[in-house]
């Protein structure tokens, strides 16, 4: 499975941006995808998680704010994200994982959040 993310940049605080993962390869392997973030200086986090029947998990600090959604048609995960914080800054990371488990990992998008 390839992960192929796209969407980062810079916005005001309150601002919004929308980041997209297109997944390629073993795409009927996949059951869950989502996003993480490692902010500055801090470990990698869940952000937010869909499964393929569209059920979805968030972080506390993403309710409310931010909405994931998926196209399995386009193999494609989104991830709006609306009343951006300057605490949202981080580099995030696509993910998607196995029906047993195994992990996969795109590259990593960098959003500022910055006035």
């Known amino acids: 499975v390839q992960l192929q993310a796209s969407g980062g940049g810079l916005a005001q605080p309150g601002g919004s941006l929308r980041l997209s993962c297109a997944a390629s390869?073993?795409?009927?392997?996949?059951?869950?995808m989502g996003w993480y973030r490692r902010p500055p200086g801090k470990q990698r986090e869940l952000v937010a998680v869909?499964?393929?029947?569209?059920?979805?998990n968030y972080a506390d600090s993403v309710k409310g704010r931010f909405t994931i959604s998926r196209d399995n048609a386009k193999n494609t995960v989104y991830l709006q994200m609306n009343s951006l914080k300057p605490e949202d800054t981080a580099v995030y990371y696509c993910n998607a994982r196995r029906i047993n488990g195994d992990p996969y990992w795109g590259q990593g998008t960098l959003v500022t959040v910055s006035s």
């Open positions: 869909v499964t393929g029947g569209g059920s979805t």
């Open positions: 390869g073993s795409v009927s392997s996949i059951n869950t």
